[in-house]
C-alpha cells in the first residue's frame, strides 16, 4: 500500500502543484515531505535521492581518472577539472559518454566557481621530469590551488581531500615513515618546489580546518603505479617497463640499492576513496597510503626484466640530487581507521601494467 502511494506521487511530481500555483506561494520543502506522507502515516522511503556531485581536479591524469571512474562505478557525479599539462584525454575517453561525467578545462591556480559536495584535489603535476620543467608553475599549482580549492570548499561547505605525498618526509631519517615524523627536506633544492609546495598546501588544509571547521582529509601518498602512467615521465616503473619493452637498456641511478614501495592504483584509489566516504569528519589525517613492501630499485630492474621477454640489460648511471635513499610507509593508521592494506603485490600490479604499455606502444 505504502509503495502505491509512493509510485503515484512520483509519477505526478507536484500533485500539489495546482493548489501552490493558486495560492502563488512557492513551494515549501517541508509541504512537499508532508505530501509524501501517506493516509496511514506512514513515511514514503523511496525519495529520489541526490547524487553526490564530486570534483576531481587533475581528474584526465594517472590517478585522478582512476578516481574519476571508480566514483562514477558507484553511482556519484563526477565533474573533472584539469589544464591538460600531464594529463590526457586518452585517460577519460572512455567516461565521456557516462552523463553524470563532465570535463573542465581548467588551471586551479585560478579560482573557479561551483557548486559540488565533496572535492578530491590532485592537481599538481607529480614526476619530477613534469614538476621541475616550470617549477615555479609547480609552487603555484600546490599552493594557489590549494587556496582556491580550500576556498571553494569554505564558500560551499563541501569536504575536500588533498593528494599529499611521501616527498613530505625527503630524505627521511625515520623508517618507515609515520604520520608523526616531520621529514628532512631540502627548502632549496630541485625537488623542492614540489616537496615545499605540498607541504605548505598541508599547512593551508590544516588551517582551514582550525579556523574554518573544513571537513579535510589529507592522504600522504607513497609510489603508486598502474596503467595510464605517462611513459617516459621519469618514473621508475613505467620507465623500466616502457625500456624492457623497446629492448632498451634499463636505466638504474646510483648503485640502485635506494629502496621504494610500490602501491598498484587499484589499491591506492579505494584507500583514498574509502578515507573520503568511510571515515568520520574528526579524522582529518594526514593519513599514509602505500604499500609497505620495499623493494631496492635492482630489484625492481631484474624484476621487470625477468617478466618481460627482453634484451634489455641493466645500465649505471648518477644518482640525480635529493634523491631519497629509502621510501616506506608505515600504515598502521590506515589499517586500524578503516581497515585498508594493499591487496595487489608487485608482480601481479605488473601485469597489469606491462599489458597496458604493450598495447599503449603497439597502437603508436
Ligand atoms: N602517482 C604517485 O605515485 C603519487 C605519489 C604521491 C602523490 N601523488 C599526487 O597525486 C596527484 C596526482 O598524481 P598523478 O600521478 O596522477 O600525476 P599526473 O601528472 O598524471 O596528474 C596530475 C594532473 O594534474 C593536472 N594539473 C597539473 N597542474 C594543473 C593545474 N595548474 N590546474 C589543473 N590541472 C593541473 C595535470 O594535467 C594532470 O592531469 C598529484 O597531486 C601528486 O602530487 C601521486
Redesign the pocket.
Known amino acids: 500500500m505504502a509503495s502505491t502511494v509512493c509510485n503515484i506521487l512520483f509519477s505526478t511530481p507536484y500533485p500539489f502543484q495546482q493548489k501552490i500555483d493558486a495560492n502563488r506561494s512557492k513551494p515549501k520543502l517541508s509541504n512537499i515531505i508532508q505530501q509524501r506522507i501517506d493516509k496511514k502515516g506512514l513515511i514514503c522511503n523511496s525519495t529520489p535521492m541526490k547524487k553526490k556531485r564530486v570534483l576531481v581536479?587533475?581528474?584526465?591524469?594517472?590517478?585522478?581518472s582512476h578516481i574519476c571512474e571508480n566514483l562514477l562505478n558507484k553511482g556519484r557525479e563526477v565533474i573533472c577539472?584539469?589544464?591538460?599539462?600531464?594529463?590526457?584525454k586518452e585517460?577519460i575517453l572512455h567516461l565521456m559518454d557516462n552523463p553524470y561525467f563532465e570535463v573542465i578545462r581548467?588551471?586551479?591556480?585560478f579560482p573557479l566557481y561551483i557548486e559540488v559536495d565533496e572535492i578530491y584535489?590532485?592537481?599538481?603535476?607529480?614526476?619530477p621530469i613534469?614538476y621541475q620543467f616550470d617549477p615555479v608553475?609547480t609552487t603555484?599549482?600546490s599552493v594557489h590551488?590549494a587556496i582556491n580549492m580550500l576556498g571553494l570548499a569554505k564558500r560551499i561547505r563541501a569536504k575536500i581531500f588533498q593528494?599529499?605525498?611521501?616527498?613530505v618526509y625527503g630524505d627521511p631519517e625515520v623508517h618507515p615513515q609515520t604520520e608523526d615524523y616531520w621529514g628532512n627536506v631540502n627548502p632549496i633544492g630541485i625537488r623542492s618546489c614540489?616537496d615545499e609546495g605540498?607541504r605548505c598546501a598541508e599547512t593551508l588544509f590544516f588551517d582551514y580546518n582550525r579556523q574554518h571547521n573544513l571537513r579535510i582529509k589529507v592522504g600522504?601518498?607513497?609510489?603508486?603505479?598502474g596503467p595510464?602512467?605517462?611513459m617516459d615521465?621519469g618514473?621508475v616503473v613505467s620507465n623500466f617497463v616502457v625500456q624492457a619493452l623497446r629492448g632498451e637498456d634499463i636505466t638504474v641511478y646510483g648503485k640502485g640499492d635506494q629502496t621504494r614501495s610500490f602501491?598498484y592504483v587499484d589499491d591506492l584509489v579505494n584507500g583514498i576513496t574509502s578515507f573520503m566516504e568511510d571515515t568520520p569528519d574528526e579524522f582529518t589525517g594526514p593519513m599514509n597510503l602505500g604499500n609497505p613492501n620495499e623493494f631496492t630499485i635492482l630489484e625492481l630492474a631484474e624484476t621487470v626484466i625477468d617478466m618481460i621477454d627482453t634484451k634489455s640489460k641493466i645500465v649505471f648511471k648518477d644518482l640525480p640530487s635529493d634523491d631519497p635513499t629509502q621510501r616506506k610507509p608505515d600504515i598502521t593508521l590506515a589499517k586500524n581507521t578503516m581497515g585498508w592494506e594493499p591487496q595487489i603485490q608487485l608482480r601481479e600490479g605488473l601485469v597489469k601494467t606491462i599489458e597496458y604499455f604493450d598495447n599503449y606502444l603497439k597502437a603508436l
Open positions: 581536479t587533475g581528474g584526465s591524469g594517472f590517478l585522478g577539472v584539469d589544464n591538460f599539462f600531464t594529463g590526457r585517460n581548467h588551471d586551479v591556480t584535489n590532485l592537481a599538481c603535476p607529480a614526476s613534469h608553475q603555484k599549482t590551488g593528494a599529499s605525498t611521501s616527498e614540489y605540498k600522504r601518498i607513497f609510489n603508486t603505479y595510464r602512467m605517462t615521465d618514473r602501491c
